[in-house]
């Protein structure tokens, strides 16, 4: 279950107009097109799927947000979780604190409400001439040059399978909690946290490749 941002539960959901969201993902240094809508609010919190939510009382603040599927999943596994704090919204790991959002969903409702109607025509030809996102005037994502570096990534996700024979995540997280136990025992303590995964993960592996002639000479 993922984290709310806030740890009162009195926040309520609040009837308002939806409003155009970021099209670059919101997590600090993303570059990648936001594919996926994440409510910071969850919906079982608030009773249904708000677009906006009363913190305090007489306030309004945007409850959706865009991000790329892997800052997504990252939010959904609660390796990384989003605050708000005084009206802004804070990107939180495990390694750092308090990195502001890219992009602020909107703290007035009434502003969204007062809005005038932009010209399509005019924004989406100052975008292509800018080169920049007409919502949060954030470079767009460019082709990559065969001389640049990769950019760094902070999630890392696999395909399994999920189906009546075989529930590939379940394997996979009894796999990585009886190899954590197994390093325990031998003296490499890790913590059950989600973070301390990747570390049993790259010690495994490691292990394995490390001593895979020995370990397939017995299969």
Not at 114 to 124: H, I, K, R, T, V
Request: charged fraction near 20%.
């Amino acid at each position: 279950m993922t984290r709310l941002p806030t740890p009162e539960r009195s926040v309520r959901g609040v009837d308002g107009p939806e409003y155009p969201l970021n099209p670059i993902c919101a997590a600090p240094g993303c570059l990648q097109p936001s594919a996926d809508p994440h409510h910071l609010w969850r919906r079982t919190e608030l009773g249904g799927p708000y677009w906006w939510v009363q913190v305090t009382p007489g306030s309004s603040v945007g409850n959706l947000v865009g991000l790329c599927g892997d800052h997504h999943h990252a939010i959904t596994v609660n390796a990384n979780w989003i605050t708000f704090d005084q009206n802004i919204f804070f990107w939180e790991s495990l390694f750092s604190t308090g990195v502001p959002l890219s992009w602020q969903p909107p703290t007035r409702l009434i502003d969204v409400l007062q809005e005038p109607l932009a010209d399509p025509e005019s924004n989406g030809q100052a975008a292509l001439e800018a080169n920049t996102c007409p919502t949060c005037l954030r470079p767009l994502p460019h082709a990559r040059s065969e001389h640049e570096g990769k950019r760094l990534r902070r999630t890392w996700s696999i395909t399994v399978p999920s189906d009546e024979r075989e529930q590939g995540a379940d394997m996979l997280d009894t796999l990585l909690e009886e190899g954590r136990r197994e390093m325990a025992r031998a003296g490499l303590p890790y913590g059950d946290e989600d973070a301390a995964k990747y570390f049993v993960l790259s010690t495994m592996l490691g292990l394995f490749v490390t001593h895979a002639e020995e370990v397939l000479s017995d299969a």
